[in-house]
Every structure is written in structure tokens, then in C-alpha cells.
């Protein structure tokens, strides 16, 4: 019974049909029917199928590589090259593999092409990389971005150790580091002295700063031995303090030829210099322990000459720049003298005539004194200023250059002594002219023309007669010319003869008008 009804329930299972079934021998029709409507009433009686989330199979490996990304972080896999392509696009696909597995890997260009491990076919490397899946066939992936021999594993860890443990320490921190000096001329390379580092160094110093001068500390810098020379020549420069600016400098390679720079010794000793140290190690990609307690990091060793030499071009162009604002300062400097000068004659031709010649002399003295004491110590300021110039453009540019700057400054020189000659001839004869201007409107010059002045009698003595009604009544005056003076006797004049001028005695008749015992 039980067979029976488990033959028909898979029979049943895979469709309910009214055709009519052949029973096999020493089987009951009537129990297979029984258990036939059992199998119905099941199928009757069973819940409704659960509803289902359908994928495609893009979606499905879209969501896998979603749920992959997402459940990995980076991820160090150590193992041996297989199946090595490097096509014409720069990419680079390989299967890193064990005894027992391998994994399909890609690498693109970018990364790539900072790789300086040679990668071949069998190589036992170490590998940083992001899991990831390849939809269109459904296989999952590494991403790698950094590719290392697989010997360098344990330095990876004993570095990564290290610097955690002086980061705690605050030894990376910024606030701790000192700034370079702004013109450093003194500089300290501790470096290889038969490596391209030194000079690849001096070429960038020469061009850019050719006043710097340059000590290099021969050391090696790859080694069992380097950390101890490297400790050693940091110490004995920072010791002598000759150099402003200290570099620690090596070109790049691997993590193990770059590890004396890791040395912890080494990296307390650079927290502990007086002198900044510039580290200049490897290419832009390495890192070492020396980098991050150095006072500055240059990507390399000629970055890290650009870093601490100021660039003679731009020195140059300032220089340029604070000649015009001194030129500048000059010429404000003679316009303002220019406008008090013109506001002291305008006070001057406010005075009154009889005052006006000392107030004159004495404010245009005032005035030539304060404009020659200006000139002058804006000459010495000038003279001052250009002969800092020189020097620095002496020290910064070639022979050719100084001779040009020679013959500007003689020019300017030049230039200024006329233009002061020509200021003070101009004050000059506009002095001179104020002068004879005076001279012109005084009394003297009126009796030298011939004109004479009329004085009073006794009772007016020194007053000039000039009004009309002051002849009225006869009166003994005096004549004063140029050189000489008379005494002459006026007759008066009616009131009705106002009108006409009152009559003096003729030169004949001087005697009868001065009357007897008076001189003429």
C-alpha cells in the first residue's frame, strides 16, 4: 500500500492524468485506486506555493559582485604568477595561485605602471588587491593595485607596526615640525656620493639659487650598514650648525632596499634635530618611517631642491618691483614739495608790500631748506636703496646684467641731479622776478622817473600832501626827489577854484616865495 501510493504520488507529482494506467502483477486495481484519491486529496489540501524573486543572470552577478565589494577590504594575498598577459592597452592579467587554487587577477594601466617589481610567469609575490566579480561571465576577481615580492611580507608588517607605534607617540604630528627658512644659502645633503641623487640635487640648485652652497655627507644608504652611517652623518651635521636645511635623500626602490630609512633610531634622531630636515626618499609612491617625522617631505630628491631654494627669476622681478615704487615715492615725494612750494608764494602775495620782500626771502629760505634736506635724504634713501639693489642683482645676475643696472643707475643719477638743478634754477628766477616786481612798485623808482613827493609844514611833519582841500591855505612845503630836496612856498587857492589844481611858485620865483633868511 504504502510502495503504491509513493509510485503515484510521483506520478501525480508530475501531472494528474485520467488515462488509464496498466498495474503491474500482484498489484490491486482497487488499492491503487484508494490510494490514488489519498495523492488527490494531498495535492488538494497542500498550501499555495511561496512567491519568488526572479534574476536575470546579469542581475544575479551585479548583486554578487555588490555583496563581494562590500564584505572585503583590501586584502594582501600571497601566491605564484600563472597565465601572465600583458596586452598593447597596459594592462596586466595574471592568476596568482597555490598548490591547491588559483585566482584570476587584473591590474590596469594606472597601477601598472607604477610597478618596479619585474612580474613573471612563476614568481612568488605578495599582492594588494580588492575582490570583485566579472559579470559578463560570472567569475570573480582580484583588483590589485600593488604587486611586491613576497619576501617583503614580513618588512610590510614590522613597518606597518613601526609607524603605528610613533604615530601614538605624536612624532607625525604637524605642530611638533619646524619651517624651513625662507633663503636658506646652506644647505646639508646626507646622501650616496656616487648615486645620480647629488647630482640631479646640485643641477636644480645651480639653476634655481646659485648663491646656495652645498656639504654632502657621503653615506650608503641601502644596507646593513646604512642606518648607522645615515644616524651618524645626521648627528654630526646638525651638530656643527653650519647648515640651514638638512636633506636625507636616496633614490627609489624596493621596500627592503629603502629600509634604513625605517629605522627607528634614525627616525628618533631626525625628531630630535635642531636643523629641519627635508626627506627626499624614493620615488612619490614610497613612503618610509623618514618621510613622516621629517619636517617636510619632497616626492624626490629634485622636488626636494625646489622645496628649499627660493627661484632667482622671481627674486629678480621683486627687485624690478620695489625700484619702480621707490621711483614712485620719489616723484610724490617732488610733487608734494612742488605744491607747498606753490602754496608758500600764494601766502607770500597775501602780505602786505612793505612786508612782503623779508617774508618773502625768509619763507623762500624756509622753503629751499626743507626741499634741499627732502632732496637730500631722498637721495641718501635712493642711493641707499639702489645700492642694495646692486649688490643683490650683483650676486644674483650675470656680468652682462650688472653692466645694466650700472648704466641705469648712472642714468637715474643723472636724470635726478638735472631735474634738481633745473628745480632750483626755476625757484631762482622766479625769485629774482618777484624781486624786480617789488622793486618797481617802491617809491624810489618813482623818483627816479622824475616825480617828486610833496611834504607838509611843521605841523604835518612827514605827512605827504596828495588831496586838494590840503593846499587851501598858504603853507611852506617840501620837495623831495631823487637825490635832493627844496622847500617852496604855496599861495593857496579859493573855495571856488577847487576845481583846478593849486598853483606852486615858478622856479624864478623862489626867492620871494621862501621869503628872506630861507634857503631855497
Not at 154 to 163: D, H, I
Not at 220 to 248: F, K, M, N, Y
Amino acid at each position: 500500500m504504502v510502495l503504491v501510493a509513493h509510485r503515484l504520488q510521483r506520478t501525480y507529482a508530475n501531472g494528474f492524468t485520467t488515462r488509464p494506467r496498466t498495474f503491474g502483477p500482484g498489484i490491486n486495481p482497487a488499492i491503487c485506486l484508494i490510494a490514488g484519491l489519498i495523492v488527490q486529496c494531498q495535492a488538494v489540501a497542500s498550501p499555495p506555493p511561496i512567491s519568488r524573486t526572479i534574476y536575470t543572470p546579469s542581475e544575479l552577478n551585479r548583486e554578487v559582485r555588490l555583496h563581494l565589494e562590500a564584505g572585503f577590504q583590501i586584502l594582501w594575498i600571497e601566491g605564484e604568477i600563472s597565465n601572465l598577459a600583458k596586452p598593447a592597452s597596459g594592462h596586466i592579467y595574471f592568476s596568482i595561485k597555490d598548490d591547491k587554487a588559483q585566482i584570476r587577477c587584473a591590474m590596469f594601466r594606472p597601477k601598472a605602471m607604477l610597478v618596479r617589481t619585474p612580474i613573471n610567469n612563476g614568481s612568488q609575490v605578495l599582492v594588494r588587491a580588492r575582490i570583485s566579480l566579472y559579470e559578463p561571465r560570472g567569475e570573480y576577481q582580484l583588483l590589485v593595485d600593488a604587486i611586491e615580492p613576497a619576501g617583503e611580507g614580513l618588512l610590510r608588517q614590522q613597518y606597518e607596526a613601526l609607524k603605528k607605534q610613533l604615530q601614538a607617540e605624536g612624532l607625525f604630528a604637524t605642530e611638533r615640525k619646524q619651517p624651513l627658512p625662507a633663503m636658506a644659502t646652506r644647505f646639508a645633503i646626507i646622501t650616496s656620493a656616487s648615486g645620480a641623487v647629488i647630482q640631479d640635487f646640485l643641477q636644480v640648485l645651480e639653476r634655481r639659487w646659485p648663491l646656495a652652497r652645498v656639504r654632502l655627507y657621503a653615506t650608503s644608504v641601502q644596507g646593513e650598514q646604512a642606518p648607522a652611517q645615515l644616524l651618524a652623518a645626521l648627528r654630526a651635521a646638525d651638530e656643527q650648525g653650519w647648515a640651514q636645511v638638512l636633506i636625507l635623500a636616496r633614490g627609489g626602490g624596493s621596500l627592503e632596499d629603502l629600509w634604513a630609512f625605517n629605522d627607528e633610531t634614525l627616525a628618533r634622531a631626525i625628531v630630535a634635530c635642531q636643523t629641519p630636515v627635508v626627506s627626499a626618499i624614493g620615488h612619490e609612491t614610497d613612503f618610509t618611517i623618514a618621510d613622516f617625522v621629517a619636517d617636510l617631505r619632497a616626492p624626490t630628491p629634485s622636488a626636494a631642491a625646489e622645496l628649499v631654494s627660493p627661484d632667482q627669476i622671481m627674486l629678480r622681478e621683486r627687485i624690478n618691483a620695489l625700484s619702480r615704487r621707490v621711483q614712485q615715492q620719489f616723484n610724490w615725494i617732488m610733487r608734494n614739495a612742488s605744491q607747498r612750494y606753490d602754496h608758500a608764494l600764494i601766502r607770500l602775495t597775501r602780505l602786505r608790500p612793505d612786508r612782503q620782500w623779508q617774508l618773502q626771502q625768509l619763507d623762500l629760505q624756509r622753503v629751499r631748506t626743507r626741499l634741499q634736506r627732502q632732496l637730500r635724504a631722498q637721495l641718501t634713501l635712493s642711493a641707499q636703496r639702489l645700492l642694495q639693489l646692486q649688490h643683490r642683482l650683483r650676486q644674483l645676475s650675470l656680468q652682462q646684467r650688472q653692466q645694466q643696472q650700472q648704466q641705469q643707475l648712472a642714468n637715474l643719477q643723472q636724470r635726478l641731479q638735472a631735474a634738481t638743478r633745473k628745480l632750483l634754477q626755476q625757484q631762482q628766477e622766479l625769485l629774482h622776478g618777484r624781486v624786480r616786481t617789488l622793486q618797481a612798485m617802491g617809491p624810489d623808482a618813482v623818483l627816479q622817473r622824475g616825480y617828486a613827493l610833496v611834504i607838509g609844514s611843521s605841523q604835518q611833519t612827514g605827512q605827504a600832501l596828495y588831496k586838494a582841500q590840503q593846499f587851501s591855505q598858504p603853507q611852506t612845503v617840501r620837495l623831495q626827489f631823487h637825490n635832493f630836496a627844496i622847500s617852496a612856498n604855496t599861495l593857496g587857492f579859493a573855495a571856488d577854484d577847487l576845481g583846478s589844481e593849486p598853483g606852486v611858485d615858478q622856479p624864478g620865483n623862489d626867492q620871494d616865495a621862501a621869503g628872506p633868511g630861507q634857503d631855497p
